[in-house]
């Protein structure tokens, strides 16, 4: 998107903005999988929620990654839409729930949709079995997430050596095991994590099939990167060594999944903001926008991110610091932000932010969330 769209966009509606270019979607998602044939795409809906993004990676063919109830419905109804009065018997090709932990009132409005969702311990396999008895189960392994920008191991995945004992717990509960599961850690840039996953899972599900178990799907979660600079290795690079491990370890009767939800996304979506407000402090001038940390930039807080802003305006560059709208003083963007001098009116603007950013931004201090623009739908 060429910056004299963003500034006639921020003009003509209003700022703050965000403006989401789907050809950049689609061309996120033909990227995955030209380098990744044999790798089915269930996009993590959490990312980005936007119904219109639902709707482009859909028609690009894409599955869905949904982690709540909402996130459920929000998929599951723009599907039944599409064919109206069609029952959706099989949705297993179109969802995946991959929240290992559910609450029972979740679960027992799933059940009647037979979902297919994750687990990661043998508490969640007995509620699973309480209250979505009609559910398919996806076994979560933890894995190394050495070096990611999200580490998720702590919280989410079974230990490997009790990976197999909890198969079979599902199998004597009754429930059918339909996959295996990892994820990396968001941003992984570290390849060395998948392989050493790819090789783990593997070693599950040949115990698994050893004896008498073959588990169909082999799910490899997110934590694709999204290319924020130069120097993270494209799709290409990381592609290479995952083709090369699962052409290696996997049967092709294996169906092979994954969740990217940021790679998808991320170099998506450019926010406009204003300038609202100007001072000197401490003899550096001091720029005060119309969004925040706890709007669009949220990802700052939440995803350890960066996004470094930019203006439209040409001068020479000076060291700024850039807050946000709310009075509260963990609303700062950046402490060394290099801008030329702005003046109250102008028009600044941030890339990348489309992963992570609007999703979880929240109403603090009475601001509503930026609007969302979509080009090139
Ligand atoms: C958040 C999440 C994803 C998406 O991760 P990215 O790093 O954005 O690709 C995929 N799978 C699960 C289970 C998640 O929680």
């Known amino acids: 998107m060429s910056l004299r769209e963003l500034q006639r966009i921020a003009r003509e509606g209003g700022t703050p903005v965000v ?23 269930y996009y993590a809906v959490k990312a980005n929620p936007e119904a219109a993004i639902i709707r482009t990676l859909y028609r690009a063919g894409a599955s869905f990654d949904v982690a709540s109830l909402p996130e459920f419905m929000l998929v599951y109804e723009y599907i039944r839409d599409l064919a109206p009065g069609e029952q959706q018997a099989f949705i297993w090709d179109k969802i995946i729930y991959a929240n290992p ?18 687990y990661d311990n043998l508490e969640e396999l007995r509620k699973i079995k309480a209250y979505a008895p009609h559910a398919g189960v996806v076994l979560r392994l933890r894995v190394p997430n050495t070096g990611s920008l999200v580490e998720l191991s702590s919280k989410f995945g079974c230990d490997p050596a009790e990976a197999v004992a909890l198969v079979k717990a599902a199998l004597d509960l009754g429930l059918g095991v339909e996959g295996l599961s990892f994820h990396v850690g968001s941003q992984c840039t570290n ?13 599950v599900l040949n115990e698994s099939r050893s004896r008498g178990h073959a588990i169909p799907i082999l799910d490899i979660g997110g934590g694709f990167p999204a290319r924020y600079h130069r120097d993270v290795p494209s799709v290409a690079v990381l592609a290479r060594k ?18 990217p939800g ?5 170099t998506a979506a450019t926010a406009v903001a204003r300038v609202i407000g100007k001072a000197r ?20 807080i939440f995803d350890h991110g960066r996004y470094p802003l930019q203006a439209f305006r040409e001068g020479p560059r000076e060291i700024c610091a850039v807050f946000g709208q709310t009075c509260d003083g963990l609303d700062t963007l950046s402490l060394s932000e290099e801008l030329p001098d702005l003046e109250i009116g102008d028009l600044v603007y941030a890339k990348n932010i489309g992963a992570y950013g609007s999703a979880s931004a929240t109403r603090f201090n009475g601001f509503a969330p930026a609007r969302v623009v979509h080009i090139h739908e």
């Open 101 to 118: 932990i559910k609450p029972r009132e979740t679960l027992e409005a799933l059940d009647r949709y037979k979902p297919l969702v994750t």
């Open 242 to 259: 995952i083709n090369h491990e699962i052409d290696r370890l996997f049967p092709k009767d294996i169906q092979i999944i994954a969740e």
């Open 19 to 41: 403006v989401v270019d789907h050809a950049v979607i689609r061309r996120n998602y033909a990227a995955f999988r030209r380098h990744l044939p044999r790798v089915q795409v």
């Open 262 to 266: 940021r790679s998808l996304v991320a």
């Open 281 to 300: 402090r401490d003899g550096r001038p001091c720029y005060y926008i119309d969004d925040s940390v706890y709007h669009t930039f949220s990802g700052i």
């Open 191 to 203: 390849f060395e994590n998948f392989v050493q996953a790819l090789n783990m899972a593997s070693a």
